[in-house]
């Protein structure tokens, strides 16, 4: 509303400071995510990322990253729709690091055309990853049976419950391959001549913010209002751009938000959770 307003103004009479719109990504990359374990997906954030690409006076759009990755799927996606709208709107991307940008969301950070990151920052982890529990074992010692009906000899792979097979695992592994090439590919097609020659670079390993600027991960180190106000001028300042909530945003129903009492999808978010946590410590978080 006090942008609307500020226009109905002469020029003569609106304020010169530029405004650059500021868009927070924090946590996992999920697929799905609720209002209590809000994630990263193109879903959630697209609404955001339309919203700051749409403001015409803005010289650039910010992206703060603060993610330890998740799903390679959802972080391509939304490195895309960045992209995508920066070509549009003819935008300069400026990405800050916070204290994680790795995996995913440093695939996520590769679409600024500025990476800029605190000197403390973890950033890389340029691999993939699965994981997972067997329970062959715990199962036998409770005398439960495994009872698998498939159609597809391996419509079961890497079933948790039944000893691994070592071609489930060459299948997996091949599977790996293909997502690490791709994300490898992104990597090289953003950051180009600026990539160290550093035989380390693409084997999972991640670094601090001063490391990360050695071998060419981010442009420099910093904080976003610093940044913008050296590239626009003292006057310049970061605009946050916030979530728009409907009055009826948490009524039964809304997509996103979990309504009832279900104590399946209790336990399924509890190890969702889990996982979560799980990401964030591989870096110390």
């Not at 409770?142 to 079933?159: C, P, S, W």
Request: aromatic share 6%; hydrophobic share 40%.
């Amino acid at each position: 509303m006090a942008r609307f307003l500020r226009r109905l103004l002469p020029k003569r009479f609106r304020s010169q400071d530029i405004v650059v719109p500021l868009v927070r990504l924090n946590g996992a990359i999920m697929s799905s995510g609720g209002p209590l374990r809000p994630t990263l997906s193109l879903a959630a954030v697209a609404p955001l990322l339309e919203r700051a690409f749409a403001q015409k006076d803005a010289p650039a759009v910010a992206i703060s990253v603060n993610s330890p990755g998740g799903s390679p799927v959802q972080a391509r996606l939304i490195y895309q729709r960045i992209r995508d709208l920066a070509r549009e709107k003819n935008k300069h991307v400026i990405v800050g690091c916070e204290d994680l940008a790795a995996s995913g969301g440093y695939m996520i950070a590769c679409a600024g055309d500025e990476i800029v990151a605190d000197p403390s920052s973890v950033v890389g982890s340029i691999g993939v990853v699965s994981g997972g529990f067997g329970f062959v074992d715990l199962i036998g010692k409770l005398g439960i049976e495994r009872r698998v009906h498939t159609a597809g000899q391996n419509k079961a792979t890497l079933d948790p419950f039944r000893p691994e097979r070592p071609e489930d695992v060459e299948h997996l592994k091949a599977l790996q391959l293909d997502v690490h090439a791709t994300f490898i590919d992104l990597v090289k097609a953003r950051r180009g001549t600026k990539l160290a020659d550093d035989p380390n670079l693409f084997t999972g390993l991640f670094w601090s913010g001063v490391r990360g600027l050695e071998l060419g991960l981010v442009d420099r180190l910093g904080d976003l209002r610093t940044v913008v106000r050296e590239r626009y001028g003292d006057k310049a300042k970061l605009g946050l751009v916030h979530q728009r909530r409907g009055l009826f945003a948490f009524r039964a129903g809304t997509p996103g938000v979990e309504s009832g009492f279900d104590p399946g999808r209790i336990g399924a978010g509890l190890i969702e959770a889990a996982e979560e946590r799980a990401l964030w410590a591989r870096y110390g978080l």
